[in-house]
DNA sequence: AAGGAAAGAGAATGAACGTTCTTTGACGCG
DNA sequence: CGCGTCAAAGAACGTTCATTCTCTTTCCTT
């Protein structure tokens, strides 16, 4: 819906072009749903916080849930190009594994914390509005496959690459509630114990490429 | 109307005493909660669904977060005993440990499986409510050390105790969105990859009473 | 310099919610 | 048989929220 029938080149724009109002609004929208939750929002907190007028923020989006898709979307892709790069920093096979639970670590130590945004979404709105649910899955459906591609790639047992996301997603929900980074150390030294026993984790060769790198860094946010 | 004079006792009470009323209400309200969430759910709904007048509702509740915080206490009293009992059904300690994950399963089978109610809960009005905060981190405390206190006694290393906790958190999120119990099978799987290469849990024999409340006695938690 | 389109700020609107109050009707007791 | 008490049902009240509309100001164009 964009006016472009009488916006001459780059005369006037106070806030910014569209991209950047986008932002704008999104950054503004992050922050706070994060930290008070969705319906606990109204959109003149958002309107307030971002700078933008609620006009401009209707012609960006057709409406509040609109805004919480595109929130959860834009962060998800945030989040999977920081854990492939973090991943992809690492050495060795059971190096990039471990690394991840570093990342979790780093994650819940910041004071914004409060959970997994899509697990809150999802329990806050899922049962009554399908797009949020639809993108909480589509969140959960790539989070799963990156977190497993690295213990896979990895070469270790399926039980092994099965417990890495879980071990994340319960610490996760554990870090949450307890206000301490301490459940990303412990999935850390369970992953850590599975690995031991766990015979091809430690010496295999498995080719240390980024796997998982391909489907965090580069990929478009479109479709789907 | 239809008030049949049914008075089963003392004076006349149709829909029953106090308890019964309570009883009525928090029925009510755990299953809508559950398949709705909490803000999109009003006083109204509660009272068609429990039957009950909205004026004996707030005689019994001073209002709704109270009722919210007693649906959440009064679920997790119940989920505390249907886990005790089904770990006590089971016979050697590593099959306690297992029957954790039997438990999860059948829970994530039943149609109103909707994730953990006490995250959902939390996601949605924790930032804004302590009351309910304060209840969701009781919840999790206690749940954390019942599911810790099987493995422990079992004579697990503090890597396995700690992973089975967060492999059962985890598997609760995941299911959730997935809508499939199956996360509940691989984090089983997981815990009997650590037990294999857990050498106590297999074979030692320690005494298995269930709910052991003496928690930490042996090994120090993992700090970081 | 005048005209006009677009911008920002905020009021208006209509609906929903939590909580309280009023009305209506039935029962027990004198 | 009439009166006081109490229960149920639902209207009422004040607030909040998502969304739209209005009014005033700004700044480009001619």
Redesign the pocket.
């Known amino acids: 819906m964009s006016?472009a029938?009488?916006?001459?080149?780059p005369?006037?724009?106070?806030?910014g072009d569209g991209d950047g109002r986008r932002a704008l609004l999104l950054d503004a929208a992050e922050k706070i749903f994060n930290a008070r939750g969705?319906?606990?929002?109204?959109?003149?907190?958002?309107?307030?916080a971002s700078?933008?007028?609620?006009?401009?923020?209707?012609?960006l989006?057709?409406?509040?849930?609109?805004?919480v898709v595109a929130t959860l979307r834009r962060r998800h892709t945030r989040m999977m190009a920081d854990i492939g790069a973090h991943v992809d920093a690492a050495g060795s096979p059971r190096e990039r594994v471990l690394s991840l639970f570093d990342w979790f670590h780093e994650w819940f130590e910041t004071p914004e914390f409060r959970g997994c945004p899509w697990m809150n979404a999802y329990g806050e709105l899922g049962p009554t509005n399908p797009a949020i649910a639809a993108e909480v899955y589509h969140h959960q459906r790539e989070f799963r496959a990156l977190l497993t591609s690295v213990p896979r790639s990895a070469g270790c047992s399926e039980a092994v690459v099965g417990a890495v996301y879980l071990l994340a997603e319960g610490a996760v929900a554990a870090a949450a509630v307890q206000h301490s980074p301490s459940p990303a150390a412990e999935a850390r030294a369970a992953v850590a114990a599975l690995l031991a026993a766990d015979a091809p984790a430690s010496g295999a060769a498995v080719p240390g490429t980024a796997v998982p790198g391909a489907a965090a860094s580069t990929a478009p946010p479109a479709g789907v």
């Open positions: 006016r029938t009488t916006a001459p080149g005369g006037r724009r106070p806030s969705i319906q606990a929002v109204g959109m003149d907190r958002l309107r307030s700078g933008l007028p609620l006009k401009r923020i209707y012609e989006f057709p409406g509040k849930d609109a805004v």
